[in-house]
């Protein structure tokens, strides 16, 4: 029998994400988006666990569905960790990926190459009405280019390098970021967890 | 005889506001403005005391005078102390003081009251070339306000509301401000040092 499991976000490109994650483990189980009809939920916690808990519970609440809902974003060091929790909200207003990563470039315009460590982090929930809960965290340790590079993924992909590597994970291919994302990390250990329910 | 110092800021606002400091402390100091012709020294430093010794330092060198330099800016703990060393550049250019405060009020909107804490600091750093430096660092502790108030002061001080008062720091009279804000309490120390020397 297929789980099927609603995924807490209006964010498409994490939903395609997710998809392309869960399915290169086999994991039998059906992403539902989210129902246009559902409330928006004010990420309001200090962290990303908080926030992925806080969607994941009042979306498996509403629906009486299974729900898994991930809160990620970047940390930088010379930013004291934020973004942070303010990720998709960092310019002002939500979604704004032009914008958040231009104000990001521009505060690190003067931060020296020795000192633009950052990390992509992402904790994904999963919560069943009635039965359980249970959270997961991927870290992906990089550095911060100078300016934007590639068309792939989403966010702040375009000015992150991850370690080790040359390119920005714009510039991976999907399957080579999957294999070492934040958001592969969490999302293929929530999926041992769910198959081993 | 009066001791003459070079203050190391293009920003009008300090000179004023150290000034009055400095006189109602009865110091016999006089206030340089910086050389039109000085450089420009980039804060480079992550930390407030770091950029007031560069700049102070470096005023110092090309000069031949003694210098003082402050840095201060805005931690907000929501933000992980961030603008911090930022605070005038925050939303990417230098010294916009309307955007910088937006974009905070615009990252602290979903932030609930109970977690609107912040500082204002400031560092202030005096070099006597080949003889002397000294630095000293005032916090004002406060909270954010929702929305703009009061027109005195610069920077982010109509948004933050110190410990105990109900006023913001730009809502309060400039003397009122000066008795418990950092640069007063930077400036009043620093004085006092310069006195005894």
Redesign the interface.
Known sequence: MTDRVILATRNAHKVDEVRRILAAHRLDVEIVPLPDDAPDV???E?TFAGNALLKARAIAEITGMPAIADDSGLCVD?????P?V?SA?????HGDDAANL??VL??M????DG?RGAQFVCAAAWVVPGEREQFVEGVLEGTLARAPRGTNGFGYDPIFVPGGYALTTAELRPEEKDAISHRGQAFRALAQVMASR
């Open positions: 004010p990420e309001t200090s010379a930013l004291n960790g934020m942070g303010l909200r960092w310019a002002g207003g231009e104000l521009g505060q315009a003067d931060v020296p000192r």
